[in-house]
């Protein structure tokens, strides 16, 4: 894998949208350089994989707080 990717590269990684990419850089969620004249966007893939991992760790804390209970309406996961 490359050290550095760009933001279509992480948005296709995540199955998310390039806006979806661009706001979760620019929030500082997802932390990224400028690099070039056109100071275009890269994200550092160890960066990418710390991210997720982070994601990870919040849905087990979220799914461990609010657990799926019989009261709960029953239905598809939405995105």
């Given at each position: 894998m490359a050290r550095f990717l760009t933001l279509a590269d992480v948005a296709e990684t995540l199955n998310i949208s390039s806006a979806q990419t661009y706001a979760l850089v620019r929030s500082g969620d997802l932390?990224?350089?400028k690099v070039g004249g056109r100071g275009q966007w890269r994200v550092e893939a160890l960066a990418l994989?710390?991210?997720i991992e982070n994601m990870y760790?919040?849905?087990r804390?979220?799914?461990s707080t609010h657990p799926?209970?019989?009261d709960e309406e029953s239905g598809p996961i939405s995105d």
């Amino acid at each position: 894998m490359a050290r550095f990717l760009t933001l279509a590269d992480v948005a296709e990684t995540l199955n998310i949208s390039s806006a979806q990419t661009y706001a979760l850089v620019r929030s500082g969620d997802l932390p990224a350089i400028k690099v070039g004249g056109r100071g275009q966007w890269r994200v550092e893939a160890l960066a990418l994989e710390q991210y997720i991992e982070n994601m990870y760790a919040q849905t087990r804390e979220f799914v461990s707080t609010h657990p799926f209970g019989k009261d709960e309406e029953s239905g598809p996961i939405s995105d």
